[in-house]
Every structure is written in structure tokens, then in C-alpha cells.
């Protein structure tokens, strides 16, 4: 018993020394950066003045989950993967017709005592079904053209019931996750040529008649901020001027007037990147940038090592739906994408999406951890 215990106690301690530190620790860094930006963002504002203690607390808690769920075997990701999307979408369709309303959109559930947003359960879910699926159409043969029909009715599923409740932001990271899975399955490149141009030529189509008229006011605005400077535009050119006054090394922390005059709405949550680059200038954007794609080359480079065909996908979507809440945040406080109110992780203000992003690097820890060994997977549940 004794000895039992003690390779139990040998076999965790082996574990955490071979978690991916070097990543975990610009994870880290890149969290202390944020609560300290939080402060400069925050400090005029009596009513704010409290959000970078609480981003603390929330960011150690964040980092228990991360190893917690990272200490757990890849298999059992892949033994609750199918599990997960269907009660992912469940919940949505709870959403759809007992959904709480919040901000103008139907995105929430009420269960007993706690409200939960079913659509950041579906970002995992979805990348981690997906990866089961082709891993056994693998195992079983060669990937046809009929599984990637039926991927994309797993796809296509949570990606309207999210558009509907409306949140176009996250069915956007939704479909991006899940064609990423696809795309690394190893899906011919005719039929990706084929998808682009009949995204291009819906896309007209698409504008008129499925996005609404503040989506669409949202895209008009992206285009040309100045068309309306005092209402959707004064944010966006607000960001700009922020972004622009920065120059190449910023006017120096907690020294930006525009975030310090709180010119900018929301510059603690989706508009942090604001006040990064007007304190911090060109260097330091660029340095926080190259630190998110030191992240990325990371997890790839630990998606490559898998051995198990489950491993490479899920944490190489992972990566993909992690490098989409930085691209698409940053590309919008920019103007060059419309707003869709997608946070920048481990910096903005918030707990839903930052549990979202630590279980998608629990899910790289994990592969990195088991990266070795063969994963077997047989049935459906």
C-alpha cells in the first residue's frame, strides 16, 4: 500500500514537472500585465476602482482550474467530449426558449440559484467532439467527404442557435473553432477554395437579409466611423485616437488622456487594447502581441507532438479558438472588424470568457502531458 501510494505521489509530481511551464508562464505574465493595466484603466473611476482586485482573485482561481483540469488524462477529455456537446446543446435550446434576458440578447440561463451562458460551455465542447469524431473516423479508415458533411451539421447546429440569441461574435468563434478542427483533420483543399467563395458570394445576401439592423450598423460603422462621430462611431474613433496618440512608445503608464478622462466606453472589458497602446505605444502592443504568438507556437508545436490523432485536433483548435478572441479583439478596437464584444483573455475584465480560455490551455497541458501515448477510442459515448 505504501509503496503503491508513493508511485501515485511519484507519478503526479513527474506530471506537473512536465507541464508546459515556459507557456504557463507568459500565461502568468500576461495576467499580472492585465490587473495592472485594469488599475491604470480604472484608478478615475470611483465606481471601477475595486474590478483590478477582483481580476486578481478571479485570475488565481482561473489558474487552479487550469491545473486541475490540466492534471486530468487526455482520455477522459475525449470520454466526455460527445457527452458535453450534447448537453451544450441542450442548454442552448433551453436558451432558445426559457432563456434569461441581459444587455437586449437571450444568452443566459437560469438554473436554480446560478445564471450560465451555454454558448462559452459550447466553445469546448464543440472543439473536443469534433476531435473525437475525426479521431475515429481515422482509426476506423480514411476521412471522406461525407464526414466533413456531417462535421459541419455538428458545427452549423450550436452556430445558428448562438446567431439567434443574437450574439454574432461568438457563433463567428463558434464556426472559426470548428472549421479549424476541420482544416487540421486534413479537409481537401478544393473544398476549403469552394467554402471561400460561397462565403464571398453570400456574403451580400447574408447583410440584407439575415444580420440585423444593428448588425448591420455595426458593419457601416467599422467602414466609416465619422458617419455618425456623437453615436455608433464614438467609440471606435475614440479607440483610434487612443491607439494613434500612443506613437511609438506610448505617453507612459497611467499617463494616457484618453484613458484616464474615460473617453473610451468599456475600456476595462473590450476595449482594454485601447489603453495598451496609448500608455504603451507601437513596442508595447507589439511586445504583447509577440507574447500571444510565442503562446501559439507553443501550443502548436505541442499539438505536433501528439501521438494520438485526438490530441493533435483538440489542442490544436485549442490554440485556433484562443487566437481568435486575440485577433478579432484587437482587429475591432482597431477598426478594422466591426464590434462584437469578444475581451481580449487574460487582460479585460471578466470571468466567463477568461474559464473559457484556461480550459482551452488545460486541454494543450493535457495533451503535452499524455502526448506520448496512443489514445484508443471506441463507441460513441
Known amino acids: 500500500m505504501p509503496t503503491s501510494f508513493a508511485q501515485t505521489n511519484d507519478d503526479f509530481v513527474s506530471r506537473v514537472f512536465r ?24 484608478i478615475t473611476n470611483p465606481i471601477e476602482a475595486g474590478l483590478p482586485a477582483k481580476h486578481a482573485v478571479r485570475l488565481g482561481i482561473a489558474f487552479v482550474f487550469l491545473f486541475a483540469l490540466a492534471m486530468t488524462p487526455l482520455g477522459f477529455w475525449s470520454a466526455v467530449s460527445y457527452t458535453g456537446y450534447l448537453g451544450a446543446l441542450l442548454l442552448l435550446v433551453g436558451v432558445e426558449f426559457f432563456g434569461a434576458m441581459g444587455g437586449g440578447a437571450q444568452r443566459w440561463l437560469d438554473i436554480g440559484p446560478i445564471r450560465v451562458q451555454p454558448s462559452e460551455f459550447m466553445k469546448l465542447a464543440l472543439l473536443l467532439a469534433l476531435a473525437r469524431f475525426y479521431h475515429q473516423v481515422r482509426a476506423s479508415g480514411e476521412v471522406k467527404f461525407f464526414h466533413h458533411v456531417f462535421a459541419l451539421m455538428m458545427i452549423g447546429a450550436p452556430v445558428m442557435l448562438v446567431f439567434r440569441q443574437p450574439d454574432l461574435g461568438t457563433s463567428l468563434m463558434l464556426a472559426a473553432t470548428g472549421f479549424a478542427v476541420m482544416f487540421f483533420a486534413g479537409i481537401r483543399y478544393w473544398i476549403i477554395i469552394a467554402g471561400l467563395v460561397a462565403v464571398v458570394l453570400s456574403a451580400p445576401l447574408a447583410y440584407f437579409y439575415v444580420l440585423k439592423d444593428y448588425q448591420r450598423e455595426r458593419v457601416l460603422t467599422a467602414i466609416d466611423p465619422s458617419r455618425d462621430p456623437l453615436g455608433a462611431g464614438y467609440q ?66 505541442v499539438a505536433g507532438r501528439s501521438r494520438s490523432h485526438f490530441g493533435y485536433l483538440a489542442s490544436s483548435g485549442a490554440v485556433v479558438t484562443i487566437a481568435f478572441y486575440v485577433f478579432v479583439n484587437i482587429a475591432m478596437v482597431s477598426g478594422m472588424l466591426p464590434v462584437v464584444g469578444v475581451p481580449l483573455p487574460l487582460i479585460s475584465y471578466g470571468g466567463t470568457a477568461m474559464l473559457t480560455v484556461m480550459a482551452a490551455f488545460a486541454v494543450i497541458c493535457a495533451t503535452n502531458l499524455d502526448r506520448d501515448k496512443h489514445l484508443s477510442i471506441s463507441g460513441f459515448f
Open 19 to 42: 507541464l508546459p511551464w515556459i507557456m504557463i508562464l507568459i500565461m502568468m505574465g500576461l495576467g499580472i500585465f492585465g490587473v495592472a493595466v485594469l488599475y491604470s484603466s480604472t
Open 236 to 301: 471606435i474613433q475614440q479607440a483610434e485616437i487612443a491607439i494613434g496618440s500612443g506613437g511609438a512608445e506610448g505617453r507612459g503608464y497611467m499617463q494616457g488622456t484618453q484613458s484616464q478622462l474615460d473617453y473610451i466606453p468599456e475600456q476595462h472589458t473590450d476595449f482594454i487594447f485601447t489603453v495598451i497602446a496609448e500608455e504603451f505605444g507601437f513596442v508595447g502592443s507589439v511586445g504583447l502581441i509577440g507574447a500571444w504568438i510565442a503562446l501559439f507556437a507553443l501550443g502548436l508545436m
